[in-house]
């Protein structure tokens, strides 16, 4: 059985943490996760108008 490498192995955490915060500040990463955000707020703001206007519908023409 083989012994881990902590040396190895924290080296390689400390470049995979400094590679993840990199790629968080890429301004692309940035703009499409603000663009994700605006998109989700949006999807809310009109499955609510839909609904709305679903319910709206349904008692006009269940009358």
Do not use: C, Y
């Amino acid at each position: 059985m083989s012994k881990i490498d902590a040396q190895h192995l924290a080296a390689m955490a400390s470049q995979n943490i400094r590679t993840a915060d990199a790629v968080r500040r890429d301004p692309a990463v940035v703009k499409a996760a603000r663009q994700f955000a605006e998109d989700g707020a949006q999807t809310i703001r009109s499955g609510t108008e839909l609904a709305l206007e679903v319910r709206s519908s349904w008692r006009r023409h269940s009358d």
